[in-house]
């Protein structure tokens, strides 16, 4: 199974299932499913694997993807068991991968598309949703591109937090990382050679660093690496470059990276990249690299810095959520990213919270 892992602009794509499993319902719907178990064709909570998806899965600190899942058959929608074209859609509610295998599994309601034409439901039919779906069946998934987009600005935003704490001379390890849409925030353990230094001073200068930054316009690039390509590239004080065979792939759109921020001799941001190999990425480490600053991840991100600011986004490439066989995106919303709060916690541990506001464009 493929998750795709060049496509992090990706939004749709044609894929074939492997399997289909019926889960049960919810326990408050069981006595209304036992009322309707003459309609057949009512909704199904399935769980799908399919041989290759676009949708990001739970984890890393980000939230699933949504979207559907959507394929064409015929069915019998009449006692004359005449065959008709019908449409069913997986409504994909949480998307999930097991580490060890690499399997990813999508959840949520199957149906039949509205307005298809067995809507009707005839009650003499015996064809459940789950039917339909065999192993082979071709399907087309697409990602909710807009909740997509939104969650790759909190994502990339998260990292340039990273990379401002750099830029303000604070080599602090990251321990924690929350890019949900609810008060999004990284955590640092500052007990190791890190600053101590009053959070209302350091706030300003952080929150500055965080827009130039923005303005700054800095590419994002992904890469595939083994673990030793890895460590060196997220730790900037062990070498200045990669090997010249190291392969990669990369998203940025144009230019080259900026040099990284170079910590104190000895300093390492990730020192065990063992755990940050993917299996189904052929044990290699995916590595993101935002605003110069390089670390472990497996998140979707937007593809330069100057997207997150207010002019940027406004400016953003429509063709940034495209596949080869996509239609084009929707203009993204106007969002301008930011630093908002610091808070220390207890044992060495520093929170700084970011966000967004909406900024109104002129007519």
Request: hydrophobic share 35%; net charge negative; glycine share 8%.
């Amino acid at each position: 199974m493929t998750v795709c892992p060049e496509g992090n602009y990706w939004t749709d794509c044609q894929a074939k299932v492997l399997s289909v499993t019926e889960l049960p319902p919810p326990v408050q719907n069981q006595d209304k499913d036992k009322e309707q178990d003459q309609t057949n064709l009512r909704p199904k909570q399935v769980s799908v694997v399919l041989d290759r998806t676009v949708m990001h899965a739970q984890g890393g600190g980000q939230p699933t993807d949504i979207g559907t899942i959507t394929s064409t058959g015929t069915m019998s929608t009449n006692h004359h068991n005449e065959e008709e074209i019908v449409q069913w859609q997986l409504q994909v509610e949480k998307v999930f991968m097991d580490r060890a295998s690499g399997v990813t599994t999508h959840t949520g309601v199957l149906d039949l598309v509205p307005n298809s034409s067995a809507v009707d439901r005839d009650k003499n039919s015996t064809v459940v949703p789950s039917s339909m779906w065999r192993r082979g069946t071709a399907v087309h998934v697409q990602v909710d591109v807009e909740r997509r987009r939104l969650l790759s600005e909190c994502h990339t935003a998260g990292h340039v937090v990273d990379a401002a704490l750099a830029m303000c001379g604070l080599f602090w390890k990251p321990s924690k990382a929350y890019h949900f849409l609810e008060g999004p925030y990284v955590e640092y353990q500052v007990s190791n050679g890190g600053s101590t230094a009053d959070a209302s001073l350091l706030l300003p200068q952080l929150q500055t660093a965080f827009a130039q930054l923005l303005q700054q316009d800095w590419p994002t690039q992904i890469q595939l690496l083994s673990q030793e390509e890895a460590l060196v590239l997220c730790n900037p004080c062990l070498s200045s470059s990669l090997s010249s065979t190291t392969t990669t792939t990369t998203v940025a759109r144009s230019g080259a990276a900026p040099p990284p921020p170079i910590p104190p001799p000895g300093f390492l941001w990730y020192d065990d990249m063992e755990v940050f190999c993917s299996p189904h990425l052929g044990n290699r480490v995916r590595v993101v690299t935002v605003a110069g600053f390089s670390c472990p991840c497996g998140g979707t991100h937007v593809s330069n810095t100057r997207q997150l600011a207010a002019a940027g986004a406004a400016d953003a490439a429509a063709t940034d959520g495209q596949s080869p066989s996509s239609s084009r995106q929707p203009q993204p919303t106007t969002r301008h990213w930011k630093i908002v709060g610091m808070k220390r916690g207890k044992k060495g541990v520093v929170r700084i919270k970011y966000g967004y506001e909406e900024i109104m464009q002129e007519e």
